[in-house]
Each structure stands twice: as structure tokens, then as C-alpha cells.
């Protein structure tokens, strides 16, 4: 059965590839009519392709020629000539999926063909590279070929004002990362007026290194963050504990993170927590009677984030501390740093503790979104890689697309050799040593990679007491990047480097390097200092040398006491350790069975970080609905260009609504909860002068409703009447609605956040977290949009509007996170007066008034 599965993959694939085969062939039968176009001619195809457009065409019936056009516009500008195999890879591009091509194969030219087609359709195409050195290094480099034809290219990066933002997201074609578009779309969310807002509708975009961005990247939300009370002092105080502890005299490129007397360290979880020593400590240190009291939940939050910032997270490895004294925090897939992101939940500050930095303010979630609900939201998306078969299930289930291997353009030469194990890292890294003066002194240029920034500096000092000369490309000196890549590939050059320089980078070969006698020297040599925890990194790695048929070698070189083999090694591979040191500390291990036990680690390690991820979203799924529907609602205030006083009746009615509903059980003939109503409409909806006790007394449910509505339809109107003009009634309208869904949002937001990080727990009560966390988020989203009907309501009624207030609404601060408007005042009374701590609040959010507006109380 299974081998009739992988058969009829097989097959469709072949046939997939002879399609394409075909229409590629197609292309390039246009190939001499366009070579004998003049530079004139050929720049004129654009504005007619524009044109035809217009008029009816599809993109689907234009592709041939379109294809034809950018490769011979490719040729004139950057010498470079699309072969048939980058053909074929463009048009999976343009269907919407991704082709397997090879490292080396040119994915960046054949990017320009589905691009320049969409890109005509005048819709916008984003680019979507893995770091802001790639999107800058491909702007500028294809942007000529763009720019020759007549397109806009525009590059996005953090640095950007929002102006600059806008006319990048403006042009035909916007270079971006894939954090940069996502924040953006959040930020956009969030702006009060419509000439703040910087991005188009979502129309197409092609992911460079499709795999890293949309699987590797997609296991951490966007999470736009407002500032939450700050708690300095007692961090401080957490971290000196932490250091107190016996057993935290750890050392990075050594240590096995063994059981320490106070507290013990799960090497597959890389989880921590304290004994029944490091509990006693802990109340000795507090002075406390059990730390585990209710009252000591906070305090046990600092310490578990203090143990956690002290003994799992490791400096170079994890994060980095800048000239700055910041601490930034390094991205285990790339290597680099990711200015501007925080670890949540108090973990970050931690840290600061730890390094002894200033502790910045925590923070509360404002806006979030997942890397996958993002991607969804494009009309067409597609992306490149050499590294997406073994995903393959992951995209079609998440995204909707296939991947298709496309064949190479020649046959590849690189030497893969197998790996070489040693049974420690102090050995492992001596016969690195010797394999690059070996190498050096035959004047083979070599690129050492390694995982983490701390094994970079160990190998550089090797080399340093080795007198070979070499550069180090990590996180710390990232601003040299294009220079040290750029020689990289010269004759005895030596490069050590993160996973910075895994994807996308290209090494030049230099004069004389392809033409050693020996094969073993000849190209660019990579040698790999440990294995990755995903398999496609590595090969990544590997993908640096032998591109387009050139020589080229590789040989990784693994330790027993590496982090991957600790963390999923087997008690075979603890007793084969044994062995060999028996036999010498400086043996090398070749064996099926450490291979294979290897590829089985990053095979778990690869499950985890699946369900990892697709629990991330799954949980984000839940809020998305939310999130599009006031998103789409607010955008519509934003863009309103006539009185919403429509929109604003239907709150109206249905608040009032609520509030007699809530009155009903309390039975409506009494006098008591006539006076309760009465006392929540004076404060909350109209004039006192304006309705009397009489005026409720002898009436249905029904005809309260309509009494109370009336006389808001005739108190609402006397409030438009003082703003006269209908632009400033427009602007009061926006504003007080952009200002209570905003502070109600960003206040659910957090609510789930807090709710998603607790709600684990319930699993022991036999309940699924995520269907209890779906039934709680519909709940409280109904419950806030009651709350914003209510709140909207109030303002619109009790506001005292002053002859400035339609100016000072206008001038209001256009801040990305909080919304304010002017001159809107409460009369001075307390619209909750007379309401019980334990009763339901009168907003009709169903909770209870302690919990509700008894909390947050909007002034």
C-alpha cells in the first residue's frame, strides 16, 4: 500500500513536470522575436501588456510572452539569461506553489518572471526575503531589471517612517520581510485615521526561503506589546536567588546541565524547577512560610522566569547583550538578531536581571497575529526553497500548496562526505582544527558553520593561537555581512559563520579555486561544527558550496556531547560513549547506528516544533474570526466618508436592549427595579431632567425599549446639533468609536493571551484547553462587544461638547496604540453610581460589576 502511495507521487510529479516542461518550452519560443527588439521596443511591452490587462486578458493568457519579455530584459540589464529549468520554476510560482529548486539554481532571476507578470495586474506583489540584508541585497540588484521596464520597486525595512513605509507598500513591487509585513498589517490596525495606514489590500506575495518563514518562523506570534506596570525591583530580587543556588556554575560550550542540589533541568523540554532544597531556600530567602500559598502565585512567576533566565536561557546562544546594554534576542533558524522582539511574560526582564541592564517596562499584548493566518490572508501566495519535500504535508494542510521538485540545470559535483562522530566536543573541535589548516594550506577557501555565537568565538580563538587568519559573520557584527560574504569564496579565505550565512547567501568563487589537482580541494569546502535541529538547515549549510555544477565539498562534525545528542540521545548512544572512551578520547565513531540515530533525533525534534507550531495556530484561529471582524468594522469608521449615525442607532438600540433584559428577571413592576433602571439611564444614557420614575412605571419590556430609544434618537440629535457641521459631527462619531473599540480590543487581547497561558491546566481536569479556550473567547468577545455598544452609547450621550472639541478631535495624537479624544467629559458624575460590587454591571456584559466596569472603569 505504501509503495503504490510514493509510486503515484512519483508519477505525479512526472507529470506535473511535463506540463511545465511544455509551457517553458512555449517561452522560449519568443525568445528571437524579443532579441530583435530595440531597448525601446522591449521597455514599450509593459505599458501594452498594462493595457491589455484592461481590456480583458488574464495574467494566465499573457505568461508566455510576459516570461519571453523579462528574460530578455534580464540578459540586456544584469547579464543573466533565465535557463529552462528557472523557466519552469516561475510558473509554479505564478500557479501559486512552490518549486524545489536546488541551492544555487538561480531562485532569485527565476523569481523575476512571476513576478514582473503580477506585478502588472497593478495590485502590488511583495517580495518576502528571511533578514533585511537579503530584501536590500535583491531590491537593489533586481530592482534594475524592474526599474528598466518601467515598474516601481520599493524596499521595506524597520528603520522606515510611516511615509516611507507607504510609498514602498505604493510601488509595483515592495521588497519586505515577513515581520515587517505582519506588524505592519497590525500597526495599520490600529491608526485612527486613513492617511496613517500604509498597506494595500493583501494581493500576492512570493516568499523567499519559503520553508524558514512560513514553518521555522511560524512557531512564534507577532505580538505588538503597550506598556503594563512595572515590577523592576522585584526581578532584582528573584535573580539574586537564582544565583544563590547550588549548581549554577554552568559553561556553555562544556557543561551537560546535570541535576544541581537545588534544582533540576528536563534536557527535552528544557524545562526547570526547583527541589525540595531550592524550595526551602526559596521561603528562607523570602520569608515566606510555603511558596506555594495562593498569595505567592506572583512571587513564584519571578522565580521560575529568574531559574529559567539563570540555567535554560544561555548567553550567544539564546540572546545577546548589545553596546547598548540590550538585550536582543538571537533566532536559533538564522543566526541573527531580531531587534525590536521581546520574550513575553516577564521572561525578557528576567534576563535583564541576569545581565545586570536596565529592566524595561513589561508589557501587555495590544495586537497579535500568527505568521500563518497572515500568509492566508493573500489573494495568491507562492515561495522558493531547496529544503520544502519534507514539509510537503505541513503546506498543503496550512496553505493550500504543492510543492514540485524542479530538476537542477546541471548535474551537481559537491562531495558529501558522511559524518564524523567524536565521544567529546574538546575532540571534535581539535579535529576540526586540523581538517581547516589542512585545507587553508592548500588554499581551498572553507566556511565553518556553526550553531550558535558562542561556538563561532571558540573556534576563532583556535585559529587566532592556529595563526590562520579568518573572519567571524555572527549576530554581533552582522553590519559587515555583504563584505565578508563577498570574499568568502577567495583563494585561502576563512569564514566561520551562524546560520546567518545558511540561506540565500552566495558565494563567488575566486580565480583559481575550481582548479586543484586534488578533487578534495577544489570549490568552496563547508564544514558543519554540529548538526541543526532541523534537517533542512543543515542542508542549507551544505547548499553554500557546489552551486550550478561547480566542485565543492562537505563533512559535519558531531560530539556525544552535543546540545542535539544530549537532549535526544538514547541510552545506546550513552553506552557507546563508554565504549569509546575506552578506547581514546580521540577516536572517531563511524556507524549506521549513529546516523540513523541522529536523523531520528532531528526527526523528533522536527515533530515537536510541527505541534508546536500548529498548536500556535490553532489557538490563533480562534481569535481570528474576532480579529477580522473588528478589523474590517474598524476600517470602515476609519474610511467613512458620510454620518454614521445608522451604525450608531443600531448600538444604540441594542444596548438598550440589554439593559432592560437585565432588568426583566428582576421583575419590572417593582418600584426597586424601576429606581435601579431609572438611576442606570440618568447616569449612563440621558439628562436626568429628561426622564422621570412615572415615565417608566405601568410599561412592558417592549414599550421600555421603545420610550427609552425614542428619547435617546431626541437626545442624540440636540448632541449633533452643538457640532453643526457634518465634518466635525463625522469626526466626533470616529472618534469616540475608534476610542472605546481600541481600549476594549487591546483589553480582550490581553484577556487571551492571559487565558490561552492558564487554560493548559484544565487538560488535568480531563478537558481539551483548546475547545475550552474556544468556548471562553466566544464568550468574552460577545460579552466586549456589548460592552463597546454600552460604552459608545455613554460617551455619545453624556459628552459635553465644547465649540473646540470637533478641532481638538482632529489634532488628536495619532499613536499606534492608544486613541484618545478631546473634550469628552462625564458631567463629572459616576455613570456606575449606586451599584453593587457583587450585582451584574449595568452594561449588560453579563459579568459581574466587580469584574467588569467595577475594574476598568472608562473616565
Keep these: 500500500m505504501a509503495n503504490n502511495f510514493i509510486k503515484k507521487i512519483v508519477e505525479n510529479d512526472k507529470k506535473e513536470l511535463r506540463k511545465l516542461d511544455r509551457m517553458a518550452r512555449k517561452v522560449e519560443t519568443f525568445a528571437d522575436e524579443m532579441e530583435h527588439l530595440s531597448d525601446e521596443q522591449l521597455k514599450a511591452k509593459t505599458p501594452e501588456f498594462k493595457e491589455r490587462i484592461q481590456k480583458g486578458e488574464s495574467l494566465d493568457d499573457l505568461l508566455y510572452e510576459v516570461f519571453a519579455v523579462c528574460r530578455e530584459a534580464a540578459r540586456r540589464v544584469l547579464g543573466l539569461y533565465p535557463f529552462h529549468v528557472q523557466i519552469m520554476g516561475g510558473i509554479v510560482l505564478h500557479n501559486g506553489d512552490v518549486p524545489e529548486m536546488r541551492t544555487g539554481e538561480g531562485k532569485t532571476l527565476t523569481a523575476t518572471m512571476p513576478v514582473y507578470l503580477n506585478a502588472l495586474a497593478g495590485e ?37 517612517s510611516p511615509e516611507e513605509k507607504r510609498e514602498a507598500y505604493n510601488c509595483d513591487i515592495t521588497y519586505s520581510t515577513s515581520s515587517e509585513l505582519g506588524f505592519d498589517y497590525l500597526r495599520d490596525n490600529m491608526v485612527t485615521r486613513k492617511e496613517d495606514m500604509v498597506q494595500k489590500p493583501l494581493n500576492y506575495a512570493l516568499v523567499d526561503e519559503v520553508d524558514s518563514i512560513l514553518v521555522d518562523e511560524a512557531r512564534t506570534p507577532l505580538i505588538i506589546s503597550g506598556q503594563a506596570e512595572s515590577s523592576s525591583a522585584l526581578y532584582y530580587r528573584a535573580d539574586q536567588f537564582a544565583k544563590s543556588l547550588d549548581g549554577q556554575d554552568l559553561n556553555i560550550v562544556t557543561s551537560d546541565f546535570e541535576e544541581g542540589d537545588d534544582y533540576k533541568i528536563d534536557l527535552q523540554s528544557k524545562t526547570i524547577s526547583l527541589t525540595e532544597e531550592g524550595i526551602d531556600k526559596a521561603e528562607k530567602f523570602f520569608q515566606i512560610d510555603n511558596l506555594y500559598d495562593m498569595e ?20 550567544d546562544i539564546d540572546y545577546m547583550v548589545d553596546e547598548n546594554k540590550e538585550v536582543l534576542i538571537i533566532d536559533q533558524f538564522t543566526g541573527r538578531t531580531m531587534p525590536g522582539r521581546r520574550y513575553s511574560d516577564g521572561l525578557h526582564q528576567a534576563i535583564e536581571a541576569k545581565e545586570a541592564v536596565p529592566i524595561q517596562d513589561e508589557s501587555k499584548t495590544m495586537a497579535s497575529i500568527t505568521i500563518q493566518n497572515y500568509f492566508r490572508m493573500y489573494k495568491k501566495l507562492s515561495g522558493m526553497t531547496g529544503t520544502a519535500k519534507t514539509e510537503e504535508e505541513e503546506f498543503r494542510e496550512i496553505y493550500n500548496i504543492q510543492i514540485t521538485p524542479i530538476p537542477t540545470n546541471r548535474p551537481i559535483q559537491r562531495m558529501d562526505h558522511p559524518d564524523l562522530l567524536y565521544p567529546t566536543l574538546e575532540t571534535k573541535f581539535n579535529a576540526v582544527l586540523e581538517d581547516i589548516k589542512r585545507r587553508h594550506a592548500e588554499g581551498q577557501p572553507l566556511l565553518i558553520g556553526t550553531v550558535a555565537v558562542e561556538t563561532s568565538e571558540l573556534i576563532s580563538r583556535k585559529l587566532v593561537a592556529a595563526k590562520i587568519p579568518h573572519e567571524v559573520l555572527n549576530a554581533k557584527n552582522h553590519y559587515r555581512e555583504a563584505q565578508i560574504i563577498m570574499n568568502a569564496g577567495q583563494q585561502g579565505a576563512v569564514t566561520i559563520a551562524t546560520n546567518m550565512a545558511g540561506r540565500g547567501t552566495d558565494i563567488k568563487l575566486g580565480a583559481g579555486v575550481v582548479d586543484h589537482p586534488d578533487p578534495e580541494f577544489r570549490g568552496l569546502a563547508v564544514i558543519g561544527t554540529e548538526r541543526h535541529e532541523s534537517r533542512r538547515i543543515d542542508n542549507q549549510l551544505r547548499g553554500r558550496s557546489g552551486r550550478q555544477g561547480d566542485p565543492g565539498v562537505s563533512q559535519f562534525y558531531l560530539s556525544l556531547e552535543d546540545d542535539l545528542m544530549k537532549r535526544f540521545g538514547s541510552e545506546r548512544v550513552s553506552a557507546f560513549l563508554d565504549k569509546m572512551r575506552i578506547s581514546g578520547d580521540d577516536a572517531v565513531i563511524k556507524s549506521g547506528l549513529i546516523t540513523r540515530q541522529i536523523e531520528s533525533s532531528q526527526k523528533r525534534v522536527e515533530g515537536n516544533n510541527y505541534d508546536s507550531r500548529k498548536q500556535v495556530l490553532q489557538y490563533d484561529d480562534v481569535i481570528r474570526e474576532q480579529r477580522e471582524v ?93 457640532l453643526a457641521e457634518p465634518e466635525r459631527q463625522l469626526e466626533f462619531q470616529r472618534a469616540v468609536i475608534l476610542r472605546v473599540v481600541d481600549n476594549n480590543w487591546s483589553e480582550h487581547i490581553d484577556a487571551l493571551d492571559q487565558m490561552r497561558q492558564s487554560v493548559g491546566l484544565r487538560g488535568y481536569a480531563q478537558n481539551n484547553p483548546i475547545v475550552e479556550y474556544q468556548e471562553e473567547a466566544y464568550n468574552m468577545f460577545n460579552n466586549m462587544i456589548g460592552t463597546i455598544e454600552f460604552e459608545v452609547t455613554r460617551l455619545m450621550m453624556k459628552a459635553q461638547i465644547h465649540p473646540q472639541t470637533a478641532q481638538a478631535t482632529q489634532q488628536a495624537p495619532r499613536s499606534a496604540v492608544t486613541t484618545s479624544t478631546a473634550n469628552i467629559t462625564n458631567n463629572g458624575k459616576n455613570p456606575f453610581a449606586g451599584v453593587g460590587r457583587n450585582d451584574l454591571c449595568p452594561c449588560g456584559s453579563g459579568k459581574k460589576f466587580k469584574n467588569c466596569h467595577g475594574r476598568t472603569h472608562i473616565a
Excluded at 526575503?129 to 520597486?153: F, H, I, K, Q
Excluded at 445608522?646 to 424601576?674: A, H, S, W, Y
Design 296 to 315: 505567592n502565585v506572583a512571587l513564584t512567576h519571578f522565580v521560575d522566569n529568574a531559574l529559567r533566565a539563570n540555567y535554560i536561557m544561555l548567553h
Design 630 to 722: 473588528i478589523y474590517a468594522q474598524r476600517h470602515d469608521v476609519i474610511v467613512a466618508e458620510e454620518d454614521m449615525t445608522p451604525v450608531l442607532m443600531g448600538m444604540f438600540k441594542r444596548t438598550v436592549g440589554r439593559q432592560i433584559d437585565g432588568q426583566v428577571l428582576n421583575d419590572l413592576t417593582k418600584e426597586e427595579t424601576l429606581n435601579n433602571l431609572l438611576v442606570i439611564v440618568q447616569n449612563t444614557m440621558l439628562p436626568e431632567e429628561s426622564i422621570k420614575l412615572e415615565d417608566l412605571q405601568g410599561k412592558s419590556a417592549q414599550e421600555l425599549k421603545d420610550l427609552l430609544f425614542d428619547k435617546i434618537k431626541t437626545q442624540y440629535a440636540a448632541q449633533m446639533e452643538k
Design 124 to 160: 502590488g506583489v511583495h517580495v518576502v526575503t528571511v533578514n533585511e540584508y537579503l530584501a536590500t541585497r535583491d531590491m537593489t540588484e533586481m530592482g534594475e531589471l524592474y526599474s528598466w521596464l518601467g515598474l516601481t520597486v520599493g524596499l521595506n525595512l524597520n528603520s522606515k
